[in-house]
């Protein structure tokens, strides 16, 4: 069936341009009638598709001599569907083919849609289903939070696991989130460390103060130095956290290396100042911005995970505080897990300051005593005489861990009012462990656990005590085991009488998977358990109240991921030297924050779909606004902002897009169009024949990727697909890798943008292009609404999918209705 | 090219529920301790890059015998005549960045489901074969990260990827740090307590599946599946629990990234192999290799994008030549370690293949891939040309089922292969 299943898919992807958007195109062509005589279908197909799609010679893998006439399973169902798309946007017969008279082509494309409804109106119930679901390693991290109640800021149960495989880009599909021996070993271990964490210490932890006012030892490669010139009286940052080698990006305090004893808040208050940051050079040259207070972050480091100077897997930014010039005391509260230590970073600081010290004294001779040579006298000249921006930290005191409750809220979830009890005692009767272990995996299974699976899990903590742990401690193995039943790691679909409809609490937790990639809250489950949940008006008023919740953040971006790739935005790391903007003013980060909060916006004041192809408005911070060439928000975080040069608003001026469809180097028009037929417009173009032969770039020549591709589309096999790829791509070669206008190749040759779409309609580039989608609209409510249908459930759309994903792109009045839609649907609420 | 092969999936979900080779544990016994007249065990390295090899500077002029060290295979010269080369050998695959995965499989993972041994990598079948004999099956040393996911050269039968390795410290601390006697008690009553925790999820799982429809039920397999995997290896873990770490010969050191670490990394491969900790190893040049470490300023994988210029194709051609010298230094390595009781090195017990799922990364092709076997009892000394007519071609895969022959493992067919690899003889 899978195989099956995928088959559709795709090709059901590549049928999926609109009918409707450009039904009314031919059936408005006024021209007479040439020729009366009604036609099959099949005489259509004979007079002009044949001569091509034959079983000799099979264009573009359709041969369409075998057609029957009528649809007669799911396989002739795609081909029709196809047939008919390619007829309403009038992209085949190709245009160097015998053309059909517009009435043949308006009565084939009404005998084709009567077909196609009527099959639909007939065919058996579907076939298509979700298989066994398993939860991702997203939706683990996000479910063991909310139901542990755990902190997950720094703390990620799902960090070892293998990562999940997607299929187009989605991370939740059923069919391919296979569990094996490698991720079951690990979901023991994050069983393991999470109920630990939930439930240890069962004493409270005493609150320390730590203070560090002297001996701030620096980076080893400036350790030295820093010694001579200020005896290690104050912490020095310099670089930001993006330099390739950074010397000074991060300042640990080593004293504390160990860090905290426990899990929890620690307030930490230090004196620091901004110094220089009015410095005597030239402001381009140095690159920090005076008119702009410095900015200290803090982000945890652990030892063991290397070098605490240096980048970590796990640095989450803490806290941020703007600078005064003059040192001043600052306090604030952070969330530190056990072992981790605070460490200091300069978020607009200085760029590759380990080039920079030789630059600045060759710049400015004058300004230093001696001719310093090599590294190290660079490097002292530099730090000792300059005047280079930097922070300065002298004192430091951390106090906690702070607890604002006690028991913790794991705690009393684990064992209700029991806690303090057992703390003392370790004592808990078998009928006390069996209504905890009652409680919690009903949670954990979203749904009421059975008596059976209760029993299992006494008979293992049975186990534990007869080879002598606690009471308490075999309780929490009994947990643990929770957590790695099948009950708990794959969603039971379970359905509710005929029809596959999915029965109540299976409608909790898939509506919870989609719109938070967690699991069901109590008023969920508690409507589920009431019978409430199938209604229309509850589904929707509970969709609006949890896209309401911070917690569909996670939809947001999980289905950005799956939609537009942005999971691959970094993967190809932009060049260093060309775009060092990129990794100083962590760009990638602000880069998705613009499509995410663009995003937010739209679903929260149900704006129309239309803003994703092109809008007067979006969301950036002042790099991005520097990034675009427009003016930036005063404050230093993101901020709506009109736009009045249409070279930038909808998806495709975003910079997210722009750099995810490019390799961080240069662009290609081939890869940037079918990024916009896969995920943009959602009608994938094949991949190339088996014989092409491959293009071998050659960049030295004078000649531009234009009119490098003109050469393959000169040959038919390949202008097939590139006449629909390349037109899409060269509308986007004014933005370069990192999404920023250009009217100029780097080798001076101008940008040409402009194209011609498969059905003729040109444009001069972006903003003419976008011009000609917007009346498309249609096509991209469709690929969405396919999309999302797909996210939402955790499988491939297939052919049969088609009039539910219809429904949905016509009945959704903007972006969160086009969610409610999804919620709304039968597809949704069944299997 | 290869045969069409007929996806039968719900055939093979059903055997592979039942069929799954678990390590033979009862099998394993210490046959080597016992007897002296037992030849030393076959181990395999197979490492592999994420961007091939540049053409230009990789193939030699000639063939057979004769051929000439071209600049990517001259760090080789002092193993010249213990290696074979081998021209237009690939799997037939396309998808450029997408297909360097399939390296050691020879099938995309897309499609792993729907063969025959679940596009399971080379290095994995091997390990199957080693069983619990060594307390490593195998050792994967990679990332997670790099382009599109890195090289992914390792795959179980189920169509996973083998977490890799990330470092050298990681995988000294497996070979190497033992648990002391307090610390084992509490390891002896994690595998029990895990034990405990398989039969009651099993149980659950068994409930479960009444529940579930047939394609569920498949799925569901995987779990079971898992189940039955995960409890073998906690007796292999217990087992080896009993026996001792061998005495690290060097020290503990940090992660530096791995153009810096891949010296470290293979010493550490060596050792693993010296100590019988493990037959396989795989290792992934991808992820953290970073050029800057070798004072290049531009990235790698945009100068293996070389645009036929210049002066980028020579710094690829640097970069590419570091690897080379590396996997050279570590033939050193093995070639100066003798096996006990046998005349040999290292080396002749040793497979050390080196190559990549990538052709030619500047036009993103996967065919004509970059392949040299090392060592392992073979006839080498050769550049084995193979056929280069399309319909003529010999699927990289026939050299996989030589290589699992040599092994030791009784098999006539890997992922498509159509046999052995003809031209490649035993010494």
């Given at each position: 069936?899978?195989?099956?299943?995928?088959?559709?898919?795709?090709?059901?992807?590549?049928?999926?341009?609109?009918?409707?958007?450009?039904?009314?195109?031919?059936?408005?062509?006024?021209?007479?009638?040439?020729?009366?005589?009604?036609?099959?279908?099949?005489?259509?197909?004979?007079?002009?598709?044949?001569?091509?799609?034959?079983?000799?010679?099979?264009?573009?893998?359709?041969?369409?001599?075998?057609?029957?006439?009528?649809?007669?399973?799911?396989?002739?169902?795609?081909?029709?569907?196809?047939?008919?798309?390619?007829?309403?946007?009038?992209?085949?017969?190709?245009?160097?083919?015998?053309?059909?008279?517009?009435?043949?082509?308006?009565?084939?494309?009404?005998?084709?849609?009567?077909?196609?409804?009527?099959?639909?109106?007939?065919?058996?119930?579907?076939?298509?289903?979700?298989?066994?679901?398993?939860?991702?390693?997203?939706?683990?991290?996000?479910?063991?939070?909310?139901?542990?109640?755990?902190?997950?800021?720094?703390?990620?149960?799902?960090?070892?696991?293998?990562?999940?495989?997607?299929?187009?880009?989605?991370?939740?599909?059923?069919?391919?989130?296979?569990?094996?021996?490698?991720?079951?070993?690990?979901?023991?271990?994050?069983?393991?460390?999470?109920?630990?964490?939930?439930?240890?210490?069962?004493?409270?932890?005493?609150?320390?103060?730590?203070?560090?006012?002297?001996?701030?030892?620096?980076?080893?490669?400036?350790?030295?130095?820093?010694?001579?010139?200020?005896?290690?009286?104050?912490?020095?940052?310099?670089?930001?956290?993006?330099?390739?080698?950074?010397?000074?990006?991060?300042?640990?305090?080593?004293?504390?290396?160990?860090?905290?004893?426990?899990?929890?808040?620690?307030?930490?208050?230090?004196?620091?100042?901004?110094?220089?940051?009015?410095?005597?050079?030239?402001?381009?040259?140095?690159?920090?911005?005076?008119?702009?207070?410095?900015?200290?972050?803090?982000?945890?480091?652990?030892?063991?995970?290397?070098?605490?100077?240096?980048?970590?897997?796990?640095?989450?930014?803490?806290?941020?505080?703007?600078?005064?010039?003059?040192?001043?005391?600052?306090?604030?509260?952070?969330?530190?897990?056990?072992?981790?230590?605070?460490?200091?970073?300069?978020?607009?600081?200085?760029?590759?300051?380990?080039?920079?010290?030789?630059?600045?004294?060759?710049?400015?001779?004058?300004?230093?005593?001696?001719?310093?040579?090599?590294?190290?006298?660079?490097?002292?000249?530099?730090?000792?005489?300059?005047?280079?921006?930097?922070?300065?930290?002298?004192?430091?005191?951390?106090?906690?861990?702070?607890?604002?409750?006690?028991?913790?809220?794991?705690?009393?979830?684990?064992?209700?009012?029991?806690?303090?009890?057992?703390?003392?005692?370790?004592?808990?009767?078998?009928?006390?462990?069996?209504?905890?272990?009652?409680?919690?995996?009903?949670?954990?299974?979203?749904?009421?656990?059975?008596?059976?699976?209760?029993?299992?899990?006494?008979?293992?903590?049975?186990?534990?005590?007869?080879?002598?742990?606690?009471?308490?401690?075999?309780?929490?193995?009994?947990?643990?085991?929770?957590?790695?039943?099948?009950?708990?790691?794959?969603?039971?679909?379970?359905?509710?009488?005929?029809?596959?409809?999915?029965?109540?609490?299976?409608?909790?937790?898939?509506?919870?998977?989609?719109?938070?990639?967690?699991?069901?809250?109590?008023?969920?489950?508690?409507?589920?358990?009431?019978?409430?949940?199938?209604?229309?008006?509850?589904?929707?008023?509970?969709?609006?109240?949890?896209?309401?919740?911070?917690?569909?953040?996670?939809?947001?971006?999980?289905?950005?991921?799956?939609?537009?790739?942005?999971?691959?935005?970094?993967?190809?790391?932009?060049?260093?030297?060309?775009?060092?903007?990129?990794?100083?003013?962590?760009?990638?980060?602000?880069?998705?924050?613009?499509?995410?909060?663009?995003?937010?916006?739209?679903?929260?004041?149900?704006?129309?779909?239309?803003?994703?192809?092109?809008?007067?408005?979006?969301?950036?911070?002042?790099?991005?606004?520097?990034?675009?060439?427009?003016?930036?928000?005063?404050?230093?975080?993101?901020?709506?902002?009109?736009?009045?040069?249409?070279?930038?608003?909808?998806?495709?001026?975003?910079?997210?897009?722009?750099?995810?469809?490019?390799n961080?180097?240069d662009t290609s028009p081939v890869v940037r169009g079918v990024?916009?037929?896969?995920?943009?417009?959602?009608?994938?173009p094949s991949p190339p024949p088996p014989d092409v032969e491959p293009l071998d770039p050659d960049t030295r020549g004078?000649k531009?990727i234009r009119e490098q591709l003109a050469m393959h589309r000169n040959v038919s096999t390949c202008n097939e697909c590139h006449?629909?790829i390349d037109?899409?791509g060269?509308?986007?070669?004014?933005?370069?890798?990192?999404?920023?206008?250009?009217?100029?190749?780097?080798?001076?040759?101008?940008?040409?943008?402009?194209?011609?779409?498969?059905?003729?309609?040109?444009?001069?580039?972006?903003?003419?292009?976008?011009?000609?989608?917007?009346?498309?609209?249609?096509?991209?409510?469709?690929?969405?609404?396919?999309?999302?249908?797909?996210?939402?459930?955790?499988?491939?759309?297939?052919?049969?999918?088609?009039?539910?994903?219809?429904?949905?792109?016509?009945?959704?009045?903007?972006?969160?209705?086009?969610?409610?839609?999804?919620?709304?649907?039968?597809?949704?609420?069944?299997? | 090219m290869?045969?069409?092969?007929?996806?039968?999936?719900?055939?093979?979900?059903?055997?592979?529920?039942?069929?799954?080779?678990?390590?033979?544990?009862?099998?394993?016994?210490?046959?080597?301790?016992?007897?002296?007249?037992?030849?030393?065990?076959?181990?395999?390295?197979?490492?592999?890059?994420e961007f091939g090899m540049y053409p230009g500077?990789f193939w030699?002029?000639?063939?057979?015998?004769?051929?000439?060290?071209?600049?990517?295979?001259?760090?080789?010269?002092?193993?010249?005549?213990?290696?074979?080369?081998?021209s237009h050998l690939d799997h037939g695959l396309k998808g450029g960045h997408f297909a360097v995965?399939t390296f050691?499989?020879?099938?995309k993972?897309?499609?792993?489901?729907?063969?025959?041994?679940?596009?399971?990598?080379?290095?994995?079948?091997?390990?199957?074969?080693?069983?619990?004999?060594?307390?490593?099956?195998?050792?994967?040393?990679?990332?997670?990260?790099?382009l599109h996911?890195?090289?992914?050269?390792?795959?179980?039968?189920?169509?996973?990827?083998?977490?890799?390795?990330?470092?050298?410290?990681?995988?000294?601390?497996?070979?190497?740090?033992?648990?002391?006697?307090?610390?084992?008690?509490?390891?002896?009553?994690?595998?029990?307590?895990?034990?405990?925790?398989?039969?009651?999820?099993?149980?659950?799982?068994?409930?479960?599946?009444?529940?579930?429809?047939?394609?569920?039920?498949?799925?569901?397999?995987?779990?079971?599946?898992?189940?039955?995997?995960?409890?073998?290896?906690?007796?292999?873990?217990?087992?080896?629990?009993?026996?001792?770490?061998?005495?690290?010969?060097?020290?503990?050191?940090?992660?530096?990234?791995?153009?810096?670490?891949?010296?470290?990394?293979?010493?550490?491969?060596?050792?693993?192999?010296?100590?019988?900790?493990?037959?396989?190893?795989?290792?992934?040049?991808?992820?953290?290799?970073?050029?800057?470490?070798?004072?290049?300023?531009?990235?790698?994988h945009?100068l293996s994008h070389h645009g036929q210029v210049?002066?980028n194709i020579?710094?690829l051609?640097?970069?590419?030549?570091?690897?080379?010298?590396?996997?050279?230094?570590?033939?050193?390595?093995?070639?100066?370690?003798?096996?006990?009781?046998?005349?040999?090195?290292?080396?002749?017990?040793?497979?050390?293949?080196?190559?990549s799922g990538m052709g030619n990364a500047n036009s993103h092709t996967n065919s004509d891939l970059p392949?040299?076997?090392?060592?392992?009892?073979?006839?080498?000394?050769?550049?084995?040309?193979?056929?280069e007519q399309k319909?003529?071609r010999?699927?990289l895969?026939?050299?996989?089922?030589?290589?699992?022959?040599?092994?030791?493992?009784?098999?006539?067919?890997?992922?498509?292969?159509?046999?052995?690899?003809?031209?490649?003889?035993?010494?």
């Amino acid at each position: 069936m899978k195989l099956l299943t995928v088959n559709l898919g795709i090709r059901l992807s590549l049928a999926a341009f609109l009918t409707s958007a450009f039904g009314s195109f031919a059936l408005c062509d006024e021209s007479k009638p040439e020729r009366t005589k009604a036609q099959s279908v099949q005489d259509f197909l004979n007079d002009y598709c044949v001569d091509c799609h034959n079983a000799d010679d099979v264009k573009g893998n359709r041969s369409f001599e075998a057609i029957a006439g009528e649809i007669t399973d799911e396989e002739s169902l795609v081909d029709y569907q196809d047939i008919l798309d390619q007829l309403n946007l009038s992209e085949m017969p190709p245009s160097d083919a015998e053309q059909p008279s517009s009435f043949d082509r308006m009565q084939a494309i009404e005998l084709l849609t009567r077909q196609i409804e009527q099959f639909h109106a007939h065919r058996k119930p579907i076939s298509t289903q979700t298989v066994l679901r398993r939860i991702n390693a997203r939706e683990y991290r996000n479910t063991i939070r909310d139901l542990l109640k755990l902190d997950t800021t720094i703390f990620d149960p799902a960090q070892d696991f293998p990562r999940d495989q997607t299929s187009e880009h989605l991370d939740n599909n059923a069919e391919w989130l296979v569990t094996s021996s490698h991720l079951l070993e690990r979901y023991l271990l994050a069983a393991d460390l999470a109920i630990s964490k939930a439930l240890l210490p069962l004493e409270k932890p005493i609150e320390q103060t730590w203070k560090f006012t002297k001996n701030f030892r620096q980076q080893p490669e400036i350790d030295n130095v820093h010694g001579k010139f200020n005896r290690y009286e104050h912490m020095t940052l310099y670089d930001v956290v993006g330099a390739d080698k950074p010397e000074g990006a991060y300042g640990p305090i080593l004293a504390f290396a160990d860090g905290v004893p426990h899990d929890g808040v620690y307030e930490i208050r230090l004196r620091a100042e901004a110094v220089n940051r009015s410095h005597p050079y030239d402001e381009a040259f140095i690159g920090t911005d005076r008119e702009r207070p410095f900015r200290l972050g803090i982000v945890p480091g652990e030892q063991t995970a290397g070098e605490l100077h240096l980048p970590q897997p796990i640095e989450p930014l803490l806290a941020e505080i703007e600078l005064a010039d003059e040192p001043t005391w600052y306090t604030v509260r952070v969330r530190l897990d056990k072992g981790y230590t605070p460490r200091f970073t300069f978020r607009n600081g200085l760029m590759d300051v380990r080039d920079l010290w030789g630059k600045l004294v060759k710049k400015y001779p004058e300004q230093f005593d001696r001719n310093p040579k090599g590294i190290v006298e660079v490097r002292r000249a530099a730090i000792v005489d300059g005047k280079l921006p930097q922070i300065r930290i002298h004192e430091i005191e951390i106090t906690g861990p702070i607890f604002d409750r006690w028991p913790t809220a794991s705690q009393e979830l684990l064992l209700g009012d029991d806690f303090s009890r057992v703390a003392q005692s370790g004592l808990l009767s078998t009928d006390e462990m069996r209504s905890h272990v009652q409680r919690f995996a009903s949670l954990a299974y979203r749904r009421p656990a059975t008596d059976s699976e209760i029993e299992k899990v006494m008979r293992l903590i049975a186990v534990r005590l007869t080879s002598g742990r606690s009471p308490v401690e075999a309780l929490a193995d009994g947990f643990k085991t929770v957590l790695c039943s099948p009950n708990f790691l794959y969603l039971g679909e379970n359905t509710a009488g005929v029809g596959g409809e999915l029965d109540q609490y299976a409608l909790a937790s898939r509506l919870s998977y989609f719109l938070w990639s967690s699991m069901p809250d109590q008023e969920l489950i508690h409507l589920a358990q009431q019978g409430r949940l199938a209604d229309d008006a509850e589904l929707t008023r509970q969709t609006q109240r949890m896209l309401s919740d911070s917690r569909s953040d996670a939809m947001i971006d999980g289905f950005l991921d799956s939609w537009l790739a942005l999971r691959q935005l970094g993967s190809a790391p932009p060049d260093r030297d060309k775009f060092t903007d990129y990794y100083r003013h962590d760009l990638a980060a602000a880069m998705r924050e613009e499509t995410d909060l663009f995003f937010r916006h739209l679903v929260d004041e149900n704006l129309s779909l239309e803003n994703f192809i092109d809008s007067n408005f979006s969301f950036v911070n002042r790099p991005l606004a520097n990034l675009y060439g427009i003016d930036a928000p005063a404050g230093p975080g993101f901020a709506k902002v009109q736009l009045n040069d249409r070279r930038r608003g909808g998806l495709l001026g975003q910079a997210s897009v722009l750099t995810v469809s490019a390799n961080g180097f240069d662009t290609s028009p081939v890869v940037r169009g079918v990024w916009m037929l896969e995920n943009f417009l959602g009608t994938p173009p094949s991949p190339p024949p088996p014989d092409v032969e491959p293009l071998d770039p050659d960049t030295r020549g004078a000649k531009t990727i234009r009119e490098q591709l003109a050469m393959h589309r000169n040959v038919s096999t390949c202008n097939e697909c590139h006449r629909k790829i390349d037109p899409l791509g060269f509308a986007l070669e004014n933005y370069d890798p990192i999404g920023r206008w250009r009217d100029r190749y780097v080798r001076s040759a101008k940008i040409d943008s402009s194209g011609e779409l498969p059905d003729g309609e040109s444009f001069t580039g972006i903003q003419d292009l976008k011009k000609i989608m917007l009346k498309r609209e249609p096509q991209f409510a469709r690929a969405m609404a396919e999309k999302m249908l797909a996210y939402a459930t955790g499988r491939m759309m297939a052919t049969t999918d088609r009039p539910a994903i219809d429904k949905i792109a016509s009945s959704a009045n903007g972006t969160r209705e086009l969610i409610e839609q999804v919620v709304l649907s039968e597809t949704f609420r069944s299997k | 090219m290869f045969p069409r092969f007929q996806p039968r999936r719900r055939s093979f979900l059903k055997a592979a529920g039942i069929s799954i080779a678990l390590p033979a544990l009862e099998s394993a016994s210490s046959a080597r301790a016992s007897e002296k007249q037992v030849p030393p065990p076959k181990r395999m390295v197979c490492v592999g890059n994420e961007f091939g090899m540049y053409p230009g500077a990789f193939w030699p002029e000639e063939d057979g015998r004769e051929f000439a060290l071209s600049p990517l295979l001259e760090p080789l010269g002092k193993h010249r005549d213990n290696l074979t080369v081998f021209s237009h050998l690939d799997h037939g695959l396309k998808g450029g960045h997408f297909a360097v995965h399939t390296f050691l499989t020879g099938v995309k993972a897309v499609e792993a489901s729907s063969m025959r041994d679940g596009g399971i990598s080379l290095d994995q079948r091997a390990a199957e074969h080693v069983g619990s004999q060594t307390r490593f099956p195998s050792l994967t040393v990679g990332s997670e990260n790099g382009l599109h996911g890195g090289c992914r050269m390792s795959w179980t039968r189920s169509g996973t990827r083998v977490p890799p390795i990330e470092g050298p410290r990681e995988l000294f601390r497996m070979l190497f740090a033992d648990t002391d006697a307090a610390s084992r008690d509490r390891v002896f009553d994690r595998l029990d307590l895990q034990g405990s925790i398989l039969d009651s999820i099993r149980s659950d799982a068994n409930d479960l599946a009444r529940l579930l429809n047939e394609s569920d039920k498949h799925k569901l397999d995987e779990f079971l599946t898992s189940v039955r995997e995960v409890e073998s290896k906690l007796a292999l873990d217990r087992r080896w629990q009993r026996v001792a770490k061998p005495k690290p010969p060097i020290d503990e050191s940090d992660d530096l990234g791995l153009t810096r670490d891949l010296p470290k990394i293979y010493d550490l491969i060596a050792l693993a192999l010296q100590t019988d900790s493990t037959r396989v190893a795989t290792l992934e040049v991808g992820g953290s290799f970073a050029a800057s470490d070798l004072g290049i300023k531009q990235g790698y994988h945009g100068l293996s994008h070389h645009g036929q210029v210049q002066s980028n194709i020579d710094l690829l051609v640097q970069i590419e030549h570091y690897q080379v010298e590396q996997f050279s230094r570590f033939l050193d390595k093995l070639s100066s370690i003798r096996e006990p009781e046998s005349d040999g090195t290292l080396l002749s017990n040793t497979m050390a293949l080196f190559g990549s799922g990538m052709g030619n990364a500047n036009s993103h092709t996967n065919s004509d891939l970059p392949i040299v076997l090392a060592g392992g009892g073979f006839a080498h000394g050769q550049l084995l040309e193979l056929p280069e007519q399309k319909n003529r071609r010999i699927p990289l895969s026939n050299l996989f089922v030589s290589m699992l022959q040599q092994f030791g493992v009784e098999t006539d067919s890997f992922g498509k292969s159509t046999g052995t690899l003809t031209g490649l003889e035993m010494a």
